[in-house]
């Protein structure tokens, strides 16, 4: 799937690309992600995600979200023994309660006795991303994460270039 969007792995403009991290509502990056300090704690934090993984890891997450969910991010399933469900990443387990974070960042806790079912779900990243950006903002994704190398929380990233 990757072959497909490989013109997105390369020349991307990191200005524009912070735009539609940030600013962009279709592509929603900052409702779940944290970069230096700022946005959602659903997803991994990515302030320093182009120290730590290539462009082709970039753009793979974006176009083909569950080929690879980040360690600490796989979400659960979880059905209650009176039907209900509950959908999220895995915060803390212990013997009595399982702690999920749901999309919208509240969290939620399971009595283990009250669970029937348990399950592994897919990547908490929308699977259809791609459907509303262009390969252009795609790209300029690619681009903005790649310059990603502060530790996670400090004020300031690399600068562009």
Same mark, same amino acid.
């Given at each position: 799937?990757?072959a497909n969007w490989s013109e997105?792995? #390369?020349?991307?403009?990191?200005?524009?690309?912070?735009?539609?991290?940030?600013?962009? +509502?279709?592509?929603?990056?900052?409702?779940?992600?944290?970069?230096?300090?700022?946005?959602?704690?659903?997803?991994?934090?990515?302030?320093?995600?182009? =120290?730590?993984?290539?462009?082709?890891?970039?753009? #793979?997450?974006?176009?083909?979200?569950?080929?690879?969910?980040?360690?600490?991010f796989e979400t659960v399933i979880?059905?209650?023994?009176?039907?209900?469900?509950?959908?999220?990443?895995? =915060? +803390?387990?212990?013997?009595?309660?399982?702690?999920?974070?749901? +999309?919208?960042?509240?969290?939620?806790?399971?009595? =283990?006795? !009250?669970?029937? #079912?348990?399950?592994?779900?897919?990547?908490?990243?929308?699977?259809?991303?791609?459907?509303?950006?262009?390969?252009? #903002?795609?790209?300029?994704?690619?681009?903005?994460?790649?310059?990603?190398?502060? !530790?996670?929380?400090?004020?300031?990233?690399?600068?562009? =270039?």
């Amino acid at each position: 799937m990757l072959a497909n969007w490989s013109e997105c792995l #390369e020349g991307g403009n990191a200005e524009l690309g912070r735009t539609v991290f940030f600013g962009r +509502s279709a592509a929603s990056c900052r409702r779940c992600h944290k970069v230096s300090g700022g946005g959602g704690e659903v997803g991994p934090d990515l302030s320093r995600i182009g =120290k730590d993984k290539d462009r082709h890891y970039l753009l #793979e997450a974006m176009v083909d979200p569950n080929a690879k969910v980040a360690k600490g991010f796989e979400t659960v399933i979880l059905v209650t023994t009176d039907g209900l469900i509950h959908s999220g990443i895995l =915060k +803390s387990e212990d013997d009595s309660v399982v702690q999920l974070m749901t +999309s919208t960042g509240a969290l939620v806790s399971v009595a =283990k006795d !009250e669970i029937d #079912e348990r399950a592994n779900g897919q990547s908490g990243m929308p699977q259809d991303l791609i459907k509303n950006l262009t390969r252009s #903002e795609i790209r300029d994704l690619v681009e903005y994460l790649s310059t990603l190398q502060s !530790e996670p929380g400090s004020a300031h990233g690399k600068s562009g =270039k």
